[in-house]
Every structure is written in C-alpha cells, then in structure tokens.
C-alpha cells in the first residue's frame, strides 16, 4: 500500500515561494504520475498540478499561470511543488496524490492514493 506524506508548507507572505514536496513509500512511484489538489474550508478540492510518470509531461490549473513547477526525483520516491509568487487566494490545504495512470491527468478519480495534506497561507 502506497503512503504519501506531504511537506513544506507555511505561512508566507504574498510575492513568497515555498516547496512543497510529498514523499511517497511502496511500490510503484516511478510508473505513476503524481498531482497536486487544494481544498479550501466550505469548497470543493480542486486540481492544481500533474507530472507524468517520468516527469517529462507536466499539466497545471489556469490559475497557476505559471506560478507552480512540478518536479519529481523517482530515485527518491518524492515529488515536489514549487510555488512562487504566492497570493492570498492560494491559502489552502495542499493534497498531493498517486495516479493508477502514467500520463498526466486532471481528474480526481484516476487518483488511489492521497496524502494527509499541507498547509499553505498566505498573507496579504
């Protein structure tokens, strides 16, 4: 059973830039994507980011705008999140999550395994 855990969340203020990561235990990593979800309290959880299982496709939200870099280092079963120019309205709880696919993806239910989330504020 894959675990992930999520990391490198905060309080920041706006313009700020944090790396997320999410380090993933059990087998298959390298032959997943990995994405990247944010809940706020009151709304539903919305996609953010995809990398392929490789790493050489990537897929964002529009409201990234080319914000959020995608990463991930297979040898080391994590996958990362940089997150630069920070604004309050991406204050959320980040998720990050395991695919049953290898390309990237954007829907919630090609997703079988989730992290316990991270924190990000942002500060105005």
């Known amino acids: 059973q894959v675990q992930l855990v999520e990391s490198g969340g905060g309080l920041v203020q706006t313009g700020g830039s944090l790396r997320l990561s999410c380090a993933a235990s059990?087998?298959?990593?390298?032959?997943?994507?990995v994405g990247w979800f944010r809940q706020v309290p009151g709304k539903e959880r919305e996609f953010v980011a995809c990398?392929?299982?490789?790493?050489?496709?990537?897929i964002y939200a529009d409201f990234v705008n080319g914000r959020f870099i995608a990463s991930r280092d297979n040898a080391e079963n994590t996958g990362y999140l940089q997150m630069n120019s920070l604004i309050p309205e991406d204050t959320a709880i980040y998720y990050c999550?395991?695919?049953?696919?290898?390309?990237?993806?954007?829907?919630?239910?090609?997703?079988?395994?989730w992290g316990q989330g991270t924190q990000v504020t942002v500060s105005s």
């Open positions: 999550a395991q695919a049953t696919v290898i390309w990237v993806t954007r829907r919630e239910t090609d997703f079988n395994s």
């Open positions: 990398i392929d299982y490789n790493g050489a496709g990537r």
């Open positions: 059990g087998r298959n990593f390298s032959a997943s994507a």
